[in-house]
Structure formats: C-alpha cells, structure tokens
C-alpha cells in the first residue's frame, strides 16, 4: 500500500508500522516536499552537487539513545567506521538535559523504538534538504507527497 510520508509517520506513530531510524530521517526529509514533482526537480537540480558517506554514533543516555551524525556538536572527530574500535559513547545523563545544554544538531532522538525526534539546527552539505525536525509523538508538517 502507498502512503505518503506524512501517512508513513502516522502509521509509525500509532504503531502500525515500525522502521528504523535512518528511514524515519528520510521520511522527515520527504516530508519537505509537497509534490512528487517538487522531489523530482530537487533530486534533478542538486544530482551532481555530490553526497557524502555518514556512519551515524549511537550516544546512550540514561532513558534513551541520541544517534549522532556528522556536523553534531557531539559526533567524534574519527568515528569508528568498522565497529573494530568497539568505542562505546555513554552518558548518565538524560536526553532531556543533552539536549538542554547542547546547540548544534545533527541527532535523532530515541526515547523507545517507537519515539523518534529528529533535530537538525546545521547546513547540510552539497545542498542537500535537511529533514523537517518531527518528533514522532506530534504532527508537524504539510507535506502531500
């Protein structure tokens, strides 16, 4: 069945659907768009712009898991790529006060599997469309894609 990707969260929010959060991420990014058309000239105009390889870093707090991409004020400068470091990032601090004291974004927020928020405060590069910033537990977009 098709569904549009405000439809897709809705469906993840009331549990009937489940995927993981790097779908949920472009789906918010999706969510830009309010016509397939408007995609397709996007994706058409920014084609040779170039796109850039992200190993996102899982940072767990003590009631949830922030994943860290690159540009975050948190993300390591040499993340590990292959899982051969084994660094594990933790905190015993909540989500709740990461995000009060941090500035620069670039995170999902993972309060369970199906509590999601993306927040996104950088550039993106190669100009490329960020994600709109939709916490799984609200509906805050207009996209009819």
């Given at each position: 069945?098709?569904?549009?990707?405000?439809?897709?969260?809705?469906?993840?929010?009331?549990?009937?659907?489940?995927?993981?959060?790097?779908?949920?991420?472009?789906?918010c990014?999706?969510?830009?768009?309010?016509?397939?058309?408007?995609?397709?000239?996007?994706?058409?105009?920014?084609?040779?712009?170039?796109?850039?390889?992200?190993?996102?870093?899982?940072?767990?707090a003590?009631?949830?898991?922030i994943?860290?991409?690159?540009?975050?004020?948190?993300?390591?400068?040499?993340?590990?790529?292959?899982?051969?470091?084994?660094?594990?990032?933790?905190?015993?601090?909540?989500?709740?006060?990461?995000?009060?004291?941090?500035?620069?974004?670039?995170?999902?927020?993972?309060?369970?599997?199906?509590?999601?928020?993306?927040?996104?405060?950088?550039?993106?590069?190669?100009?490329?469309?960020?994600?709109?910033?939709?916490?799984?537990?609200?509906?805050?977009?207009?996209?009819?894609?």
């Open positions: 069945q098709w569904s549009s990707p405000p439809e897709a969260i809705e469906h993840f929010k009331s549990e009937e659907i489940w995927f993981p959060p790097p779908q949920f991420y472009e789906l990014r999706l969510c830009n768009f309010s016509s397939l058309h408007e995609l397709h000239k996007f994706s058409s105009d920014r084609a040779l712009e170039g796109c850039e390889c992200w190993m996102p870093v899982t940072l767990t003590s009631d949830g898991y994943q860290l991409l690159p540009g975050d004020e948190l993300y390591p400068e040499d993340p590990d790529y292959t899982g051969e470091k084994k660094i594990i990032m933790s905190t015993d601090k909540k989500v709740e006060d990461l995000m009060k004291e941090g500035s620069i974004f670039h995170r999902i927020v993972m309060k369970n599997i199906n509590n999601l928020a993306v927040y996104v405060n950088i550039q993106a590069k190669y100009k490329h469309m960020n994600p709109l910033m939709i916490n799984s537990d609200c509906s805050d977009y207009n996209s009819k894609l």
